[in-house]
């Protein structure tokens, strides 16, 4: 079964300063899809990144990186620089794609990210 | 409008009444999700359409009923809810591009549901 895990509750980064949020799956699918997503207090949830399990390099959008390591089966979100505004929950999820008729996502926990000036 | 719209934003109702959950999408997106998420816990699936036609539902209580009538509009009607229903409902949407493959899924920014 898929599982995704945030053994992270809650991290507190200084402004300006880079921090790593875990993420670690599990699936027995080799054909499968990462996202990270941030969810502020307003509630929506942001998608951030994205990461397929056959793309050679990690995937990065602008601040966001993910270090993705499929023998560890862990995609960890990098944030660099970090901002006053990327104070929020960021959630882990996965996709597999060849038993998954509609395309739904597994998220994990969460964590929280507290960004102090 | 663009993206994914949900209404109410919040709603407040008694164990008895019976309402409904509405979810817009702007994208051209043919699948479209309802999640549930309750306070300390991971996003829960409900349920999945893809092209109109319903094709997961993860155990979800029958006071939970979803609708989708077009490719754009999904509903979630609810009726004799209980307390511990109470949580932030978000609605999804993603095209699918044939052979499981979806795109990221966008997300609404909920509706915030209390049941007294």
């Known amino acids: 079964a898929q599982k995704i895990t945030q053994t992270q509750p809650g991290m507190f980064v200084q402004e300006k300063e880079a921090v790593t949020l875990d993420c670690t799956y599990d699936?027995?699918?080799?054909?499968?899809?990462l996202f990270w997503y941030k969810q502020p207090s307003s509630g929506e949830m942001i998608f951030l990144i994205y990461q397929g399990s056959y793309d050679q390099q990690n995937a990065t959008e602008g601040r966001y990186s993910l270090n993705f390591q499929k023998a560890r089966k862990s995609a960890n979100l990098v944030i660099s620089a970090s901002q006053l505004g990327d104070s929020a929950m960021y959630f882990c999820?996965?996709?597999?794609?060849?038993?998954?008729?509609?395309?739904?996502?597994?998220f994990g926990q969460g964590t929280e990210l507290s960004v102090k000036p | 409008e663009t993206g994914v719209t949900q209404t109410p934003r919040h709603l407040v109702m008694g164990m008895t009444n019976k309402k409904s959950l509405k979810c817009e999408q702007h994208?051209?997106?043919?699948?479209m999700y309802w999640y549930k998420q309750s306070a300390k816990k991971p996003l829960e699936l409900m349920f999945v359409y893809s092209l109109e036609e319903r094709v997961e539902n993860n155990s979800v209580p029958s006071r939970f009923s979803p609708e989708c009538p077009n490719s754009s509009h999904l509903f979630l009607h609810l009726h004799t809810l209980q307390p511990e229903d109470s949580a932030l409902y978000l609605c999804?949407?993603?095209?699918?591009?044939?052979?499981?493959?979806?795109?990221?899924?966008?997300f609404g920014q909920g509706t915030r549901l209390t049941v007294v």
């Open positions: 699936t027995s699918d080799p054909s499968y899809g």
């Open positions: 999804a949407s993603s095209q699918e591009l044939g052979q499981g493959v979806n795109t990221e899924a966008f």
């Open positions: 999820a996965m996709r597999d794609f060849l038993y998954n008729q509609g395309g739904k996502l597994i």
């Open positions: 994208l051209g997106h043919n699948a």
